[in-house]
């Protein structure tokens, strides 16, 4: 059983550029919630999607977008990039009947903006 | 999720018992308390959560104290491979609060 997976594995953009970023949930599971990561720091909530709308959003600007699909795989679109969005990107994913505050995680995306 | 302190680090040899104690003094009735795992390049895993007293996996033991105000993560005779970041959570069970919330973690260390 595969788990959360991400792609790209790597990736450099330049300022004010556009980048989408993916992931595949884990089987059977229907909720993904994305994370940025500084280095040094703890993961920081994005927002999260459930029946491909987004339930909830953290302290980010509208630069950052998502979307989620039927199949329930997502994406992670940052506009108009700035040096500070080099991060890690993480995506989790949860199920229903999953232990409170449970969430799998995928390997991440690194992002670096030159 | 209410807020929760850790150490930043501890370092520790091979075979020892970690014990990492994260503080929650303003800890709800309903909050439940996670700790994941992270290891360098990877994201974050859960390890245990637990409500009170203790509890225990293959992977740690949780121990809860009556008032709830503290818990401890004990990681039983550790090896090289158990150095990673570890994070205390605190969550209500019944918020709409669907995020987690990372703080700094604490970095485990263990030496040979």
């Known amino acids: 059983d595969a788990g959360v997976t991400q792609s790209p594995t790597h990736l450099i953009k330049t300022r004010g550029q556009q980048v989408t970023l993916r992931c595949s949930p884990k089987?059977?599971?229907?909720?993904v919630s994305w994370y940025q990561q500084a280095l040094g720091q703890g993961p920081q909530f994005i927002f999260q999607y459930y029946e491909e709308e987004e339930r909830q959003r953290g302290n980010f600007p509208d630069r950052f977008s998502g979307h989620q699909f039927p199949n329930y795989s997502s994406e992670l679109n940052v506009n108009a990039l700035l040096l500070g969005d080099s991060a890690l990107y993480l995506c989790?994913?949860?199920?229903?009947?999953?232990?409170?505050?449970?969430?799998?995680f995928g390997p991440g995306t690194r992002l670096t903006v030159t | 999720l209410a807020k929760t302190t850790q150490p930043i680090s501890m370092d520790s040899y091979e075979g020892q018992e970690v014990n990492i104690t994260c503080s929650h003094n303003?800890?709800?009735?309903?909050?439940?308390i996670t700790w994941y795992q992270q290891f360098p390049s990877q994201g974050p895993r859960f390890i245990i959560q637990?409500?009170?007293t203790k509890v225990t996996n293959e992977v740690a033991s949780l121990f809860i104290p009556a008032d709830r105000k503290s818990s401890t993560l004990s990681l039983p005779r550790v090896s090289l491979s158990d150095t990673a970041v570890y994070y205390c959570?605190?969550?209500?069970?019944?918020?709409?609060?669907?995020?987690?919330?990372f703080g700094a973690g604490t970095t485990v260390t263990v030496r040979a």
């Open positions: 089987s059977g599971h229907d909720t």
């Open positions: 303003n800890i709800a009735t309903n909050d439940y």
């Open positions: 959570l605190v969550g209500e069970e019944d918020s709409n609060d669907y995020k987690l919330s």
């Open positions: 637990g409500y009170k």
């Open positions: 989790a994913s949860s199920f229903p009947e999953g232990q409170l505050y449970e969430q799998y």
